[in-house]
């Protein structure tokens, strides 16, 4: 097997991946309506739903598309009509599922934070106790806004007192962060095939309680190709998705998923935990702020204060490490300049040393002294 340039992707996602996965994309073309596609995509769901410990009372919806039409498909697809939703807000996906409730004229109560502060429980429990109309509530787990993880086992604990309905964005921890949908009293949980689980990016799923996505089944269908329920239906009854799904992508997908049970979800959080420690040690040697302190942090991402010096340029410094191999993404949270430093993927503690290595040498080239 030919070795493909490795490059470390230190954006939040797509993830950098090993080189079998990207060679489990290079299969024979199939058509995917045979029985043969049909039990890669069941064995695929079966997977995914255990990764989070979700037993026979779950399932997983697969849609083609973004982590964001996994948001699409859940909000336009469960919230009863005549009801609302309730989103939990402290960073730009948050906002995001605002957008997505409002473009369907689904009624919907942002619970707004500022972007990066910790989630106040007493302020979400007020706002539903405020408003029995609120029948589904939703939160992001990792907000990669910032980086800061969300606490989604206590704020279950408010939605389920009231008999709602709990939906968990989970696209950037999902495979990196052990997490029970059963112990957090998850209804749906989203994610996607390109970040911690380290596949390709085109597939995006669901994992769902089936009590509750059979509930769904007389509500307006308010999207076409984002219905939840069609989609599972559909996937149940004749083993084929409704639309054309990325085949070589699904192939990946299983690789990788090969690959995370092989390291094993603890494993794997210990590996992203080290080089999170270590990322976050070499910035603050350099001379770097941080935007949140460490007890708040996901040890998934970091969110770092661009430097207040004259001679600093991030459009020098990330052109200086991509042409390295390593990228860098911008921050989007503050009026101060900040980016962002992701450490997931198929990456080690090696690839952050070299990292560093390599900012504290642009620095200098830059003549900028953080200290």
């Known amino acids: 097997m030919k070795k493909i340039k490795r490059n470390i992707l230190l954006n939040p996602g797509p993830a950098t991946t090993t080189d079998s996965v990207k060679y489990a994309q290079v299969v024979p073309d199939i058509c995917p309506r045979e029985k043969e596609f049909g039990q890669l995509l069941r064995s695929l769901c079966a997977d995914l739903t255990r990764i989070v410990k979700g037993g026979y009372e779950y399932t997983t919806v697969l849609f083609a598309g973004s982590g964001t039409a996994a948001m699409d498909a859940v909000i336009n697809s469960v919230v009863p009509p005549g009801k609302k939703i309730g989103v939990v ?43 029995p109309g609120i029948a589904c509530v939703a939160v992001v787990h990792h907000e990669t806004t910032t980086g800061i993880l969300n606490p989604i086992a206590e704020i279950g604990q408010i939605v389920k007192t009231g008999d709602r309905t709990y939906i968990i964005d989970a696209i950037s921890s999902y ?27 085109g597939l995006s799923f669901i994992i769902s309680r089936k009590t509750e996505l059979l509930k769904t089944k007389d509500y307006p269908r308010r999207s076409f190709y984002l219905n939840l329920y069609n989609q599972y239906e559909h996937l149940e009854r004749t083993g084929q998705l409704p639309f054309t799904p990325p085949v070589q992508v699904a192939y990946a997908l299983k690789q990788a998923i090969k690959e995370y049970f092989k390291e094993g979800g603890v494993n794997r959080y210990k590996r992203y935990t080290s080089s999170w420690r270590t990322l976050r040690q070499g910035l603050l040697d350099l001379g770097f702020r941080l935007f ?9 991402l970091l969110t770092v204060y661009e430097p207040d010096h004259p001679k600093y340029n991030f459009d020098s410094l990330h052109d200086f490490l991509y042409e390295r191999g390593f990228t860098i993404y911008p921050g989007k949270v503050g009026r101060e300049k900040s980016f962002r430093l992701a450490n997931i993927g198929a990456i080690d503690e090696r690839d952050i040393t070299n990292f560093l290595k390599l900012l504290s040498r642009m620095l200098n080239n830059m003549g900028v002294t953080l200290k």
């Open 89 to 131: 807000v402290n960073g730009a996906y948050g906002e995001r599922m605002v957008k997505i409730a409002e473009a369907y004229g689904i009624a919907c109560v942002p619970i707004n934070h500022e972007w990066g502060e910790k989630i106040e429980l007493a302020t979400v429990q007020r706002t539903l106790q405020a408003d």
């Open 175 to 201: 495979a990196g962060i052990p997490i029970s949908v059963k112990e957090c009293q998850v209804d749906y949980l989203m994610s996607t095939s390109n970040k911690c689980i380290q596949g390709m990016a």
């Open 292 to 300: 949140h302190k460490e007890e708040d942090e996901s040890h998934l």
